[in-house]
């Protein structure tokens, strides 16, 4: 039986739980489970936000583990090797994207909080090629951040060949911004933080921003019209995208990587005229997730992480809701 804990409808307290796994499939993996990050994704699907939760509802994306035991089929991971889990836990590997490396976006991935049990647990399971080794060099403690809202942040940077040197802009230094921050520094970009807190200014250049602009200043973001190769927003809110992308260079592009739910309203001239786009992407594949831990590990980029143990989830989870983390959450076995 594997321990966990479970919420039992939409919103609800994280409870005692226990579950049978069933036999160990022969390309699966278990792993024992040292800590797990908590993610805005845990709170939305905790919420149903998205529809499609199921519950008891275990949440946890954001797993380091030991392996503690592995299918027959399975080669490229060893028992008693620490490794990685993050947003999908399964792909088809027969699909277009999956046998091309875009596992992230195959159709058919399953979430490994949709469909199937979480992290916030004392084991976890999961197809052998969805879980990564960690690299000497990566702190084990603080790397479950890595593996939702570090990967989400440093994907971008691959799959659109962002350049060393290019004018790189963050929206919300939070959770995902101050990783991307990090990332973008030590990419060799030039990194500006968009911020309306005043008190996140010191941090965000401390963490790898050269300069800060206030975000809630129209006159600010008018100043800074053109300027622009590559902004990324974390934010899951809406704000005025046209002022945003005023500030794109020719050819520049707006990339989401933060769900905002509602539609964006983006006038389409200054797109043409500038042939700026408009773009969003997911996690990362397991190759891409592989070459930033690599990265991470050469740069010593560590998410601000605060620590709870696994019998806190609920105070964890209620500090994440108020906004209140800084900058992520992890749980502790």
């Known amino acids: 039986?594997?321990?966990?804990?479970?919420?039992?409808?939409?919103?609800?307290?994280?409870?005692?739980?226990?579950?049978?796994?069933?036999?160990?499939?022969?390309?699966?993996?278990?792993?024992?489970?040292?800590?797990?990050?908590?993610?805005?994704?845990?709170?939305?699907?905790?919420?149903?936000?998205?529809?499609?939760?199921?519950?008891?509802?275990?949440?946890?994306?954001?797993?380091?583990?030991?392996?503690?035991?592995?299918?027959?089929?399975?080669?490229?991971?060893?028992?008693?090797?620490?490794?990685?889990?993050?947003?999908?836990?399964?792909?088809?590997?027969?699909?277009?994207?999956?046998?091309?490396?875009?596992?992230?976006?195959?159709?058919?991935?399953?979430?490994?909080?949709?469909?199937?049990?979480?992290?916030?647990?004392?084991?976890?399971?999961?197809?052998?090629?969805?879980?990564?080794?960690?690299?000497?060099?990566?702190?084990?403690?603080?790397?479950?951040?890595?593996?939702?809202?570090?990967?989400?942040?440093?994907?971008?940077?691959?799959?659109?060949?962002?350049?060393?040197?290019?004018?790189?802009?963050?929206?919300?230094?939070?959770?995902?911004?101050?990783?991307?921050?990090?990332?973008?520094?030590?990419?060799?970009?030039d990194v500006t933080a968009f911020t309306s807190s005043e008190s996140k200014k010191a941090e965000a250049l401390k963490m790898g921003a050269h300069h800060t602009l206030n975000s809630s200043s129209a006159s600010e973001l008018e100043a800074a019209a053109g300027r622009f190769d590559f902004i990324i927003s974390t934010v899951n809110v809406k704000l005025d995208w046209n002022a945003y992308v005023g500030t794109l260079a020719p050819k520049g592009r707006l990339h989401f990587v933060g769900a905002t739910l509602e539609p964006l309203d983006i006038g389409v001239f200054p797109l043409i005229m500038g042939q700026r786009s408009v773009s969003g992407s997911p996690v990362g594949s397991p190759t891409t997730i592989k070459k930033m831990l690599d990265f991470t590990a050469l740069h010593g980029i560590e998410p601000v992480t605060e620590y709870f143990s696994f019998a806190q989830v609920n105070e964890a989870v209620e500090k994440l809701r108020q906004g209140k983390a800084h900058y992520r959450i992890v749980l502790k076995n």
């Open 1 to 189: 039986m594997i321990k966990a804990y479970a919420a039992m409808a939409p919103g609800a307290k994280f409870e005692a739980f226990e579950y049978d796994p069933g036999p160990l499939g022969k390309n699966e993996v278990e792993l024992d489970v040292e800590s797990c990050g908590i993610c805005h994704s845990d709170l939305s699907m905790l919420d149903n936000d998205w529809g499609f939760t199921q519950y008891p509802f275990v949440a946890g994306h954001e797993v380091i583990g030991i392996v503690n035991s592995v299918g027959s089929d399975v080669t490229q991971v060893k028992v008693g090797q620490r490794v990685g889990l993050g947003w999908h836990s399964a792909y088809c590997n027969t699909c277009n994207t999956c046998q091309s490396g875009d596992h992230n976006l195959c159709a058919t991935a399953q979430p490994t909080i949709g469909g199937r049990h979480g992290g916030f647990a004392d084991k976890v399971r999961a197809q052998a090629n969805s879980v990564v080794a960690l690299p000497e060099g990566v702190n084990p403690d603080s790397a479950g951040p890595l593996f939702c809202g570090g990967i989400t942040v440093f994907n971008p940077l691959v799959q659109f060949d962002v350049q060393p040197t290019s004018k790189v802009a963050v929206i919300g230094i939070g959770g995902l911004g101050h990783m991307a921050l990090q990332f973008l520094n030590a990419w060799g970009c």
